[in-house]
C-alpha cells in the first residue's frame, strides 16, 4: 500500500524545487529550505536517507529533481516534538538563518509562519483547511505568500470511516468518541459528522474526553460507559502522543478505530 504522506510529500517537494530549478541553475544560490514536521524526533529526519518516511520521500523528491544537500541546497529540519507551542519559535530561527522557503504540514505550522512573515513562501503540505485557517483567500486564487496542497477531503470523511468501522463489527452498538472539545473535534463539524452517522446507523457514541492530554481519564471514561469500541479523531494532539494513545487502547482490550496508518504501525 503507498504511504499517502510520503506521496504528498514527493508532490510538496515537486512544487517546491521546480521553480527554484531554474533560477538556481541560472545564478548558482544555494538555497536553504525549511523543513518542519509536528511530532517526530529531529533524529528520524537526518542523513540522505532519513528514518521519517516522508522526510525521506521529500529528500529524496528534492535530489531527483537536481536539489541535493552540500551542493546547492541546504536543508534546515525541526521538529516541535509533539509540543505545539513551539511553532512560532522555530519559524522565528528560520527567518533569522534567512530561509528561502519553508515547508510543513497542515494548518497550525503555516499559519504560525504566515503570521510572522508574509514574505517568505510558505509550502504547505498535507492542508486541511487553509482557506477556513485563513491561510488563502480561496483556493482558485490563494493570494499572499502561501500555497501548497490539501490532503482532507472535509469532515464527510469522518462519518464514513464510522460506518467502516460498524461494517467490521456489526453487533456493537455502544462506540466512544476518544477526542477533544478544544479542537475541531467533537463540537466541531468532523465531530458532528460521527455524531450523525452514529445516529443513522443506530449507535450510541459517547465523548471520551481528553482535557490538557490526560489519556489516563479519558480511557477510564471508555470503561465507565461500558464502550464496547474506540473511535479515536484525527485529532493532532492524539496523532502526537500516538505511542500513549496506542498503549492505552491495546491495555484496554477493545476494537478501535484510528485515524493515520502510524497509529497502526504502532500496534494500533
Same mark, same amino acid.
Given at each position: ?24 541553475q ?9 523543513? +518542519?514536521? *509536528? /511530532?517526530? &524526533?529531529?533524529?528520524?529526519? @537526518?542523513?540522505?536517507? =532519513? $528514518? ?9 523528491g ?17 521538529s516541535a ?34 503570521? +510572522?512573515? *508574509? /514574505?517568505? &513562501?510558505?509550502?504547505?503540505? @498535507?492542508?486541511?483547511? =487553509? $482557506? ?77 474526553e ?21 473511535f ?37
Amino acid at each position: 500500500m503507498i504511504d499517502r504522506r510520503a506521496f504528498i510529500t514527493i508532490v510538496g517537494g515537486s512544487i517546491l524545487a521546480a521553480p527554484l530549478v531554474s533560477e538556481g541553475q541560472q545564478t548558482g544560490k544555494v538555497y536553504r529550505v525549511g523543513l +518542519i514536521v *509536528t /511530532t517526530s &524526533p529531529v533524529s528520524e529526519m @537526518t542523513g540522505p536517507e =532519513p $528514518v521519517h518516511p516522508s522526510v525521506r520521500a521529500f529528500v529524496q523528491g528534492l535530489r531527483a529533481l537536481g536539489w541535493v544537500e552540500g551542493q546547492n541546497l541546504i536543508l534546515e529540519r525541526r521538529s516541535a516534538e509533539g509540543r505545539f507551542e513551539r511553532f512560532g519559535d522555530i519559524v522565528a530561527e528560520l527567518l533569522r538563518l534567512k530561509t528561502d522557503v519553508i515547508v510543513a504540514p497542515g494548518d497550525l505550522i503555516p499559519r504560525a509562519a504566515k503570521a +510572522i512573515t *508574509t /514574505t517568505v &513562501p510558505i509550502v504547505m503540505v @498535507t492542508a486541511e483547511d =487553509p $482557506v477556513g485557517a485563513g491561510l488563502v483567500q480561496s483556493l482558485a486564487r490563494p493570494g499572499g505568500n502561501v500555497t501548497g496542497l490539501m490532503l482532507v477531503v472535509g469532515p464527510e470523511i469522518e462519518g464514513k470511516r464510522l460506518e467502516i468501522f460498524r461494517e467490521a463489527l456489526p453487533g456493537v452498538s455502544r462506540v466512544a468518541y476518544l477526542g477533544s472539545k478544544q479542537e475541531k473535534d467533537w463540537e466541531g463539524p468532523w465531530g458532528q459528522s460521527v455524531r450523525t452517522a452514529a445516529q443513522a446507523l443506530g449507535l450510541t457514541l459517547v465523548l471520551a474526553e481528553f482535557p490538557a492530554r490526560q489519556y489516563a481519564d479519558a480511557f477510564a471514561q471508555v470503561t465507565r460507559a461500558r464502550a464496547e469500541a474506540l473511535f479515536v479523531s484525527p485529532s493532532l494532539l492524539a496523532f502526537a502522543d500516538r505511542a500513549q494513545v496506542v498503549e492505552l487502547a491495546t491495555r484496554a482490550r477493545v476494537p478501535t478505530m484510528f485515524a493515520y496508518r502510524q497509529q497502526v504501525d504502532l500496534g494500533g
